[in-house]
Every structure is written in structure tokens, then in C-alpha cells.
């Protein structure tokens, strides 16, 4: 054969979600990126988050820009909306489909060079605003499609594939958003599902924008010795920060009033969790200390991963610009375009 | 306890070729099949006739083990249609005889006596006469092939087929004795031969001893089945009484019926004891038999014959229900039914009987009054005489005589050199990459979803105008093509090497049916199973365990039970720590030790 397609065969056994569909019904077309790449396990975490979420694919859309890890947004959910856009421009492409459907969920997707060189002034409004969005960043530290040239966030020091060394400092996304007031902030890795699942499920159900950066090497040129993108270099520097799991809103489960060190509570499935007073420890909701742990890590040679920081007060783009609550694609003609007479008094409003 | 699964022997690789390991001869069926895919009908058939010896006949008669072992049948569940394509090699292949061993021109000196000539004893034949043993074949009847000949009707089974194939055999040198009973096992050992191998088959048909089973008006129209079709077979009977009933519902019962059918039984039943789920006959023995006809009662248990003015005008039935209690069948009679009829058919099993071995020879008889062979190595007590076929254990099937007469061959071999028959002669593999390229193997590894291909038959009338017009018309080339794409080429292993993998979950990710899973460290298989991307239930199906990979020390775990053998595992591994590479058992035989074998590659 001369190119690869996915069998629709499945596995006779395989559980399903909610909406009575099986993790295959979340996928998409088949990868044309090199064999390897992280940006597919990310996808392939995509698939499993929305899964799990019992997502109605309809009801998503997929935005990107421009780049591999852009490519992606192909590759899963193939019944969803989708809005493959300007090279650096899908964060403003997201918030004006925002704007216009409230109801959906956006899960952008943007790498090192979408979102920190070319769209870094894009990224940054859209965390100023705090657009409802999943914001995945596939950070590799090179620019693949254009054959591997250093990206914003190669680190100093960081050889290429040749061994030419990078001399000019990182952007962290993560530092970035923590000082632009982004009310959720992520670090996974493409290799370690069992934390990226769970975070991918918690954006996206984040009322606001939930940065995820994630380390996702790039096989052809940036897993080599001299690399700090590589699958070995992340797995020897990983940290994981908190252990993170996603637990969707359900009816309030009231813990009994103890005093004992352990207190037991019946979960909705009838399963029991034994609850230990943690000891003091980090705080995903404290902006200063994240900022602070983030930098100590980076000092350490450190990558730091998990939820680090999580502001769920945080007002988003619509709270704060008071739209109407209804979506505008459903609101009534009437009420969307009131008409010349509305339009005249407003701008009087303005002399 | 280290859970890495050894791909270093043939055990685990051999396994995962479901069709081959259920196969009692171990056939390479997803080689020759290929073999077909390519119009390779030739090498196909020579491939078969290797591990077989009779492709033709099997082709159309096998009760293939395979199929129902076939891992398609796990995934969209109808198996690849092996042994109707193992008919069109068999068809369409060119004269073989070139290819066929001979016999040296200068024989080893040894004799070996072979008792019939049917599967088993010319398998032995088939192994032994190439590397020089002179063959001397002991037959009661005038022509060679045992039940293939008497037992299977033409309509299943063409003489001109069965005729080639066994005498392609003979024709390598062996002597045959025709319409030669043996009448004495001890004088036969006299006569000074180095090995004796029976191979007689089970030539007696049961009994159903109820009353009016003897009665002198009765007794001419109730036949006992083998000898029945032999009968037919030879001409003796040539036509049958309208109301027929077939009692028992095994393969030779379908045979009965179906022959009865063509003489004359226009009104033919099977009576069965049991329900549906329980009958003996093949699936698809039952269907040919019902499509020309013939109704099939179940749950009726045979009471007596019943006489009026000394004519047999039926049988008397009880009608049972069967109640499952701990995992026993018990039943009860609900009534008694009469089922009209003018004559009958026993089909109710075989025997295997040696009044012709004498007791005081150095052969062990067992409670039941049968040798006590060997299981491994053929052999009864008395070494140098071996058994094989119906005659070891009572009926089974063509492919498992032939089996046992590649076994026995061996033993003889190894008996008649000195050495001892219990040291078996090892199976060996072939291990060898399939990749040709960028998106490109050796193989055909696009998933085909087409459904399982239906065998055409020959019209019913035309069908009961003569016993000798076969029913099975074959596949049309069209069917071929698609079925033979049907095949998952199981034998194109995923072959996995630890060191290469840097975790990426690529293979993972891409794996259609969820059969791959990097875990931790496990302590069991059992623990191991519960973790993996899908759930593992199909314990019949093996996990292959790699060594801790590099990065993580964690296991790359394949459950290998729906795998699809699509190569997407090694198309998207970066580092080929996954490759496709064709298995190819080894298998030892008489004729070729195991470390000279090497099969017919693509």
C-alpha cells in the first residue's frame, strides 16, 4: 500500500461513554505527521478527555493556526466544527467564535511558534480576556514544518540536530500567563497520559481560559543528545507538582463532621474515599508561590508539571464585558440587529 | 518473577497463527493462501501437501480445525473460508509431479509394513519412501484410500481427486498388497519387516441393540452407516425405500442422509438425541444436508423398531427434554412418538476392533480392550509397531491421521536408525522483516471488511440426477480474490525490540484495536491484564511481555487476541522498535530434519 489508513475495526469489548459512543467515535483522520511526534499522543489524549467527558462532538470546535501541531486539530472528533486559521491568529479567530456561541467548547491547538513568536500578542489578549477555552500549546522547541530551526522556547543552550547551540533566552508560557492573570495554568508532557488526560478534562470544562503547556518532543528534529525538548531529557527533569484529577460537577457530596485525622465519604457511585487532612503543602490557587515554584524549577534545570495554577473566581470574556446570555446565533433577528433607531441612540450616547 | 514473554522459540509466534496451531499438521495456511492471492497455485498446493499430503481431498472434505480458530472470527465474526481455498490451489495448480520427491535409486535396506491404505498409513508412505525405506502397504480392498474412498460419497469428494493423490504416493515406489486382509499381526512380524504401522482405521460401525432389531422381517432394512456407504460405494445398493430415517447426527449421518436422498429416500429424516447446540455434525454438514431436504429432529431418544405383519413400518421414539444441573445434562421423557418409515440407517459412531492382533504378543490392551499407544510417538508396547489414525484412538478426522502418520514416520525413521522414538526432532523459525519502504510490506496488510465468501452449489436437480455430480461447485476467481484478503496474516508478527523504544505511545495511539499498553511493572499476568488500553478477557489468547524499556523500565504489554496483524504499530514507530516480520514454522518430518526445512517463501 502506499499510505496508511486506520482499519474501522475495533475491539469487541470496549467500553462506552455516556452518550453510548466508544473512544474510536472521537477520533479523527489518520496523522500525516512524522511517526513519533508527540503532538499525536496529545491528540490521542484529546480523544480520551473528550471520551471520558462524554463530549457531544457537535458541540466542540477546533481552532488552530498555522504549524504541525495546528495540523492536529484534523485528527481528532471528525464530526465537530473546526477553523484551521492565520498563522498565530487562532486565539482572536476563537475569541470572536466565542463571542458569537458561548455554548460550545473551543479547544484551541497552537505550538511554540503559532503561539509564542508570531501569535504571542494574540496569546496574551486572549488570556487578558479570559476566553472559555481549552488553549493547548504542543511545545517542542523547534519549528518542524520549516526543518527545525530554534523556536521562542528553546532553552539556552539547547543544541540543534546539527549541535548548534541556542543562545537567546526561552519564553516560558507558563511564566507568561501567570503574570498576564490567567486563571488556569497547566504543564503536562505528551509521554504521560495518566496526568495529561486529567488536566486536558479540567480545561475543558474551565470557565475561562485553561492554558496547557505541553512538552511534546519532535522525533525528526529535536530528540537528540543535546536536546531539553526530548522524550529522555523531559522524562529525567520531569517534577510533578500535584497529582491532578478531573472531577466533574455533580450533586454536592457532604463530607460528615469529624475530628479524626481520616474522615470516610460515600461517593455517587457508592464508592467510599478516605479523606486525609493534607499537611501544608502547595497551593494551585496561589498566583505568587506558582510563579515562584515555576522559576525555582527552571533555576533547578527543572520542568515543572501539573495543575499549577487555578483561579476558579476568575471572571471570563462575557462576565466581563456583560454580553447577553443567550448565544448569538440563536438569539431572535430582532433582538441581534435592533434596528437603525438603536444604532442612533447609542452613538448619541456617545457625543 | 519476570513476566517476559520468549520470542527466541517458535511457542509464543506459533500461537498467534491461530488457523496453524489449531491445525493438528500445523499447515502454514497464511503463506499459502497468499501463495493464492498471487495466482501462485502451484507453490500453494506444494506448500500444503508438504504439512497435509492431500490438499485435493481435504480441500473439500476437511473438518477444519482452523476455521473455527481463525482470528477473524474474533473480530467480525465469520472465519476466512481456509479450507475451500486450500480446494482452489488444489484446482487450479499445474501437474506437481516434478516437484514430488522420489525414492533413491539405492534403498536403505529397511522394510516397513503399513496395514491399510488409507490417510495415515500413506503419509507414512509419503515420508518414508523419499529417504529410501521400501514400503510395503497391506490393503483389504482393490483400491487405496481407506474411509476417503468407501466412506466419503462422490458427491462431496470426486474419485478423479482422491485417485491422484493417493496414487502420486504410491507412485514413489511403495508396493501395495490389494484386496490383502491381514489375518495375523504375529505372522506379519515374522515375515522379518524392521517396523509395522497400523493405520486400519475404525472399521466397525455401532450397534443399537433395542427390540425388533433382530426381527427376520426388520433386520434386512436397518443398515449400520459406514458399511451402508461402502455398499453404495461398490455398487451393491444402488436405490433406498421412500420414508428413510438416519439415526445419530454426526458427519457420517449426513452423509447417510444426503446419499439416501440421491437414492430414492425422498423422504429422509435425522433423528437426533440431543438438541441442536450438541450435534456431532460439522455446522455446515448439517446446512448442506437440511438445503437438499432433509429435516432434522432432535431430542428424540431411540425406543424400539416397530413390526406389523412381520414389515418394519417404523420406530418408536422418546421424546426428551434436557434440564442442565452443575454443568451435567440430565433428561427426562416427556412422551413417546412413532416416526413411520421404511427403512433404517445407524449412524451412531465406530470402533476400532483388533481380532486380528493376537494378545500374547508384547501389546498392551487397555479396559477397553484397545492398544495402549503412545501419544507422542506412535508406539505400543511392542517397539517397532506403531499405530495412527482411526486405529490409535477411535474416530477422528483426516487431518489428525495424517498427523499421526507424519508422527509415526518420524518414530520408524528414528526406530529403524537405533535411536530412541521418545527424543523428538525440535521444531525451528524463520523470523525475517517485511518492510519494503515508506507505507510499504511484504504483505497485504490493509484490513479487508469484507464478508465471509458462500460456496456456490450445483442445483438440487441436478444434484439428485447421479451420486457422482459434486455439490460443491467451488469459488468463482472473483470470490478468491477478496476471500483469500480476508486473511489477516497472522504469521506477520509484530516483532518487538525493547532497547529501540523511547515511549512516544505512538503505537499505542494508532493501534485500531486498543491491543497495546505501556504499564508498569506487574506482578502477574492476571494483575497485567486488568491494566491494559482494552479489556484482555480471552485468556486462550496469550499477552507477549517485553523487557523493561529504557527510559522508564516500564513493559510494553500486546494482548495478542484481536490484533489485526495491519502493521500500524511499526508504521508510525520512529525507531523500528516495532517491525512486521514473517513467522515461518519449521517443522520437523522424516523426510527433512528440522534444521534443513526451509519453507516455500514469497
Redesign the interface.
Known amino acids: 500500500m502506499t499510505s496508511i489508513t486506520k482499519p474501522p475495526v475495533r475491539h469487541p469489548g470496549l467500553p462506552k461513554n455516556a452518550l453510548g459512543f466508544t473512544v474510536r467515535d472521537y477520533e479523527g483522520a489518520m496523522s500525516t505527521l512524522c511517526a513519533g511526534c508527540g503532538h499525536d499522543s496529545v491528540t490521542a489524549a484529546l480523544v480520551l478527555a473528550c471520551w471520558e467527558l462524554a463530549l457531544p462532538p457537535h458541540r466542540a470546535a477546533k481552532m488552530s493556526g498555522i504549524g504541525c501541531s495546528s495540523k492536529t486539530t484534523a485528527y481528532f472528533m471528525k464530526q465537530s466544527h473546526g477553523f484551521n486559521s492565520v498563522h498565530g491568529r487562532m486565539p482572536s479567530v476563537t475569541s470572536g467564535a466565542n463571542a458569537a456561541n458561548r455554548d460550545l467548547h473551543y479547544i484551541g491547538i497552537s505550538g511554540d511558534g503559532d503561539s509564542l513568536s508570531i501569535g504571542l500578542g494574540q496569546l496574551s489578549h486572549a488570556i487578558r480576556r479570559n476566553v472559555r477555552m481549552l488553549y493547548l500549546i504542543d511545545n517542542n522547541g523547534v519549528y518542524g514544518l520549516t526543518k527545525g530551526q530554534f523556536s521562542a522556547s528553546a532553552d539556552i543552550g539547547s543544541t540543534s540536530k546539527k549541535g548548534e547551540a541556542n543562545l537567546q533566552p526561552p519564553i516560558d508560557p507558563v511564566l507568561l500567563a501567570l503574570t498576564l492573570g490567567a486563571t488556569f495554568v497547566a504543564r503536562s508532557f505528551s509521554g504521560d497520559k495518566a496526568q495529561l488526560v486529567p488536566i486536558l478534562k479540567a480545561g475543558i470544562m474551565h470557565n475561562g481560559l485553561a492554558l496547557v503547556d505541553i512538552i511534546s518532543p519532535c522525533v525528526t528534529f529535536n530528540d537528540h543528545e543535546g536536546s531539553t525538548k526530548s522524550y529522555k531529557f523531559t522524562r529525567e527533569h520531569e517534577v510533578e507538582l500535584v497529582a491532578a484529577d478531573f472531577v466533574p460537577l455533580r450533586r454536592e457530596v457532604i463530607a460528615p463532621e469529624t475530628d479524626a485525622a481520616v474522615s470516610v465519604v460515600t461517593m455517587h457511585d457508592g464508592s467510599t474515599v478516605r479523606f486525609r487532612r493534607t499537611p501544608e503543602g502547595y497551593d494551585p490557587t496561589d498566583r505568587e508561590a506558582a510563579y515562584a515554584h515555576v522559576r525555582a524549577c527552571q533555576q533547578r534545570n527543572e520542568v515543572a508539571t501539573g495543575l499549577l495554577f487555578i483561579d476558579e473566581h476568575g471572571q471570563d470574556m462575557h462576565a466581563v464585558s456583560k454580553t447577553v446570555e443567550m448565544p448569538l446565533v440563536e438569539l431572535p433577528y430582532e433582538q441581534l440587529c435592533p434596528g437603525n433607531g438603536a444604532l442612533q441612540k447609542l452613538m448619541e450616547g456617545f457625543r | 518473577m519476570s513476566l517476559h514473554t520468549d520470542v527466541t522459540s517458535p511457542h509464543h509466534y506459533h500461537k498467534v497463527v491461530d488457523c496453524q496451531w489449531a491445525c493438528p499438521a500445523h499447515t502454514n495456511v497464511p503463506e499459502y493462501l497468499r501463495l493464492i492471492a498471487q495466482g501462485r497455485y502451484t507453490e500453494s498446493y506444494l506448500l500444503n501437501r508438504e504439512s497435509n499430503v492431500f490438499p485435493g481431498i481435504l480441500g473439500r472434505t476437511c473438518d477444519r480445525p482452523c476455521e473455527p480458530a481463525c482470528r477473524r472470527v474474533?473480530?467480525?465474526g465469520k472465519p476466512v473460508a481456509i479450507c475451500r481455498l486450500k480446494r482452489v490451489a488444489a484446482d487450479l495448480r499445474d501437474d506437481v509431479t516434478p516437484y514430488l520427491p522420489k525414492a533413491p535409486a539405492v534403498r536403505n535396506g529397511k522394510r516397513v509394513a503399513l496395514i491399510g491404505a488409507g490417510p495415515a498409513s500413506l503419509t507414512v508412505a509419503n515420508d518414508l519412501l523419499p529417504i529410501g525405506y521400501e514400503v510395503v502397504i497391506y490393503e483389504k480392498n482393490e483400491r487405496a484410500g481407506g474411509l476417503m474412498r468407501f466412506n466419503i460419497p462422490a458427491f462431496r469428494l470426486p474419485e478423479s481427486v482422491l485417485n491422484e493423490e493417493t496414487q502420486c504416493i504410491i507412485d514413489m515406489g511403495a508396493e501395495v498388497r490389494y484386496s490383502t486382509t491381514v489375518e495375523s499381526l504375529k505372522s506379519l512380524l515374522d515375515e522379518g519387516y524392521d517396523a509395522v504401522f497400523v493405520g486400519s482405521g475404525a472399521p466397525r460401525g455401532k450397534e443399537l441393540d433395542i427390540p425388533g432389531r433382530w426381527d427376520p422381517g426388520a433386520r434386512d432394512k436397518i443398515h449400520i452407516g459406514i458399511e451402508w456407504l461402502g455398499s453404495v460405494h461398490f455398487g451393491h445398493i444402488d436405490k433406498i425405500a421412500p420414508k428413510v430415517l438416519i439415526i445419530g447426527v454426526g458427519n457420517t449421518a449426513m452423509d447417510c442422509c444426503r446419499t439416501s436422498r440421491r437414492l430414492g429416500g425422498v423422504d429422509t429424516k435425522v433423528v437426533a438425541r440431543r438438541s441442536r447446540p450438541y450435534f456431532k455434525a460439522s455446522p455446515w454438514e448439517l446446512e448442506d444436508a437440511e438445503e437438499e431436504g432433509i429435516h432434522i429432529i432432535e431430542n428424540h431418544a431411540p425406543k424400539r423398531f416397530v413390526i406389523e405383519g412381520g414389515k418394519l413400518v417404523g420406530m418408536e421414539f422418546e421424546r426428551l427434554e434436557w434440564t442442565e444441573a452443575n454443568g451435567r445434562q440430565t433428561s427426562t421423557v416427556i412422551d413417546t412418538v412413532t416416526i413411520p418409515c421404511d427403512e433404517v440407517i445407524l449412524a451412531i459412531g465406530q470402533d476400532n476392533a483388533f481380532p486380528w492382533i493376537e494378545r500374547d504378543i508384547g501389546i498392551n490392551f487397555d479396559k477397553w480392550d484397545m492398544p495402549v499407544v503412545d501419544k507422542t510417538t506412535m508406539e505400543c508396547s511392542l517397539p517397532g509397531v506403531f499405530f495412527g489414525g482411526d486405529s490409535a484412538w477411535g474416530p477422528q478426522n483426516i487431518i489428525w491421521a495424517v498427523e499421526h502418520g507424519h508422527q509415526a514416520a518420524i518414530s520408524i525413521d528414528q526406530h529403524c536408525q537405533g535411536l530412541s522414538v521418545a527424543e523428538r526432532p525440535p521444531q525451528g523459525m524463520h523470523l525475517a522483516s517485511t518492510k519494503m519502504g515508506m507505507?510499504?510490506?511484504a504483505y497485504?496488510?490493509?484490513?479487508n471488511?469484507s464478508s465471509r465468501a458462500t460456496m456456490n452449489h450445483a442445483e438440487l436437480v441436478k444434484r439428485f440426477s447421479k451420486i457422482s455430480v459434486e455439490v460443491e461447485l467451488g469459488f468463482t476467481p472473483e470470490q478468491t480474490a477478496t476471500e483469500v484478503e480476508r486473511c489477516l496474516n497472522c504469521d506477520v508478527e509484530t516483532h518487538f525490540t525493547a532497547s529501540l523504544c523511547?515511549?512516544?505511545?505512538?503505537c499505542?495511539?494508532?493501534c485500531?484495536?486498543?491491543?497495546l499498553t505501556i504499564a508498569p511493572v506487574a506482578e502477574s499476568e492476571a494483575e497485567l491484564r486488568t491494566r491494559l488500553s482494552?479489556?484482555a478477557?480471552n485468556l486462550a489468547q496469550d499477552l507477549y511481555v517485553s523487557e523493561a524499556l529504557p527510559?522508564?523500565r516500564r513493559l510494553m504489554v500486546k494482548d495478542e487476541d484481536?490484533c489485526?496483524h495491519?502493521g500500524?504499530c511499526a508504521?508510525?514507530?520512529?525507531?523500528a522498535a516495532w517491525d512486521m516480520q514473517k513467522f515461518a514454522l519449521v517443522i520437523p518430518y522424516a523426510f527433512a530434519p528440522s534444521d534443513t526445512t526451509i519453507p516455500v517463501t514469497v
Open positions: 474474533r473480530v467480525d507505507h510499504s510490506w497485504s496488510n490493509d484490513f471488511p523511547i515511549e512516544c505511545d505512538a499505542v495511539d494508532v485500531p484495536v486498543n491491543c482494552a479489556p478477557e527510559q522508564t484481536i489485526l495491519c500500524l508504521e508510525r514507530c520512529p525507531t
